[in-house]
């Protein structure tokens, strides 16, 4: 089946209807600016597990939704 | 020849683990294998581990659609996929394995002013960089599959022309990593299925080889090549890299009897398909949009990818679907592989690969075997250094995806 994400507003709605935000979480052992930089540009957490996303839900309420996944079963 | 090679490859497994070898490789897909079988074959390092958690073959290089092209958006990336195409072609020679090479013929086709554009300039940058991409209109579109509804959807999707690549061919997936498999093993790399890496041994920024569920094995060099999960494992080596892991989908069909020759692609319309060598017809699309590492099949994509499909194809109308499947791809920020170092010394990485890492197999580990038995990164592949996105000097390649992998 297609991914549904639960939406406060519309309830859960098929992930088409979403648009997905990736949020930048440079460590913070990163001190550097131009290397926080880079990391902000480029690079990502890409979690393997539960992780808090941010999703806009473009085909519905408009709204940016802070949304809990577990992306191994998602 | 037969067909059931299963039964001909000498895969020599070696049970005893070593507590120590010159390099572990983390992954036993295409690009894990071919490291090691270019490694034997061309530098002589057989002292060699590739670690694999599951089956060989069992992550996206025995799940894709097996395309294998050379017609790619950038200077660079035409010249080391060319590389690629002309390693595929003689691969079946080198190994004396039947990897079922098939030199079909690519056709990309598109459906107005701006495709005929992009398909134009592909052509002229490809022949540049040593790949044999034409344009073609559409009478020539007809010549070369007749099956194609050239006022597709009742002319909203007319084919307006396209590009024709002679080089694309296919090849059956699990052969190519059994046939390295077998010819690194024969020269003496240890494969050990079944053995999981759980952790990296380090001193102090170094990493010194991989802790794994059968327990601590150390390394000269530590290779990563494990696919879709590349940001687990180089974050134990502290290294971030610019990827994130997307599934992707493909099903094939039953039997067609008749044979349908190209492989056929329209970005536009979002799908791609071929024919297996058992009469199938094997059709592909685009990513699942959400970030994931799961494998879930779904019907919203069958029934996106198959509608595009019968409107430009109108006999699939009269096939089923038999089989869906899922990879988890490691899609980088511009659409180009990552491969060499990672300023963690010890700690290299081939990754990148994506929806399109299935051609880069033989070059990919070509390359990465020199770079580990030189310690100097080869001209063909300096440009796809993790490097480039501190420099900004990003490899965004329209060519990669998108739709055809
Ligand atoms: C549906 C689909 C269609 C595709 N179509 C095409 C195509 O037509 N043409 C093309 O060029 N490419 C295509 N691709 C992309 C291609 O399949 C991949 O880019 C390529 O196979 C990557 O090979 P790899 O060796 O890097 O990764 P993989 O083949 O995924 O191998 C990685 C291996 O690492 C193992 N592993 C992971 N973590 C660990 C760990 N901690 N310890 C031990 N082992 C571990 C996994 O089990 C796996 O076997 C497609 C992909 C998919 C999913
Ligand atoms: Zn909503």
Redesign the interface.
Known sequence: MVLRLACPHCGPRPVEEWTYGEVPDPPDHLTEADERDVDRGFMMGNTEGVKVERWFHAGGCRRWQTITRDTTLD | MNEFIEAQVALGWEQNLRSSYDVVIVGGGGHGMSTAYHLATRHGITDVAVLERGYIGSGNSGRNTTIIRANYGIPEAVRFYQRSVDLYSRLEEETGRWIMHDRKGLLWLVHGTPGTRNERARSIVNQAFGADTVYVTPEEVGEICPEVDMNAGGGEYRVTGGSYSPHAATARHDRVVWALAEGAMKRGVHVHQRTAVTGLLKDGDRVTGVMTDRGPVTAGVTVSAVGG?V??LA?MAGV??????HPLQAFVTNHYARTFRPIVASAEMGFYVSQTPRGEMLLGAGI???????Y?S????LSHCSLPAVTLLPFLRDLTVLRQWTGVCDMS?DMSPIMGYTGVDGFLVTTGWGTWGFKGIPAGGEQMAELIATDRTPELIAPFSLNR??EDRLMFDPGSTGTTH
């Not at chain 2, 971030?240 to 892991?245: E, K």
């Not at chain 2, 949009?289 to 799961?294: A, L, T, W």
């Not at chain 2, 779904?298 to 994509?301: K, V």
């Open positions: 999960h940001s687990t974050a971030r890299l610019p990827i994130r892991t699942d949009s959400q970030p994931s590492y799961s879930r779904s019907y919203e994509f920020v996105f501190k």
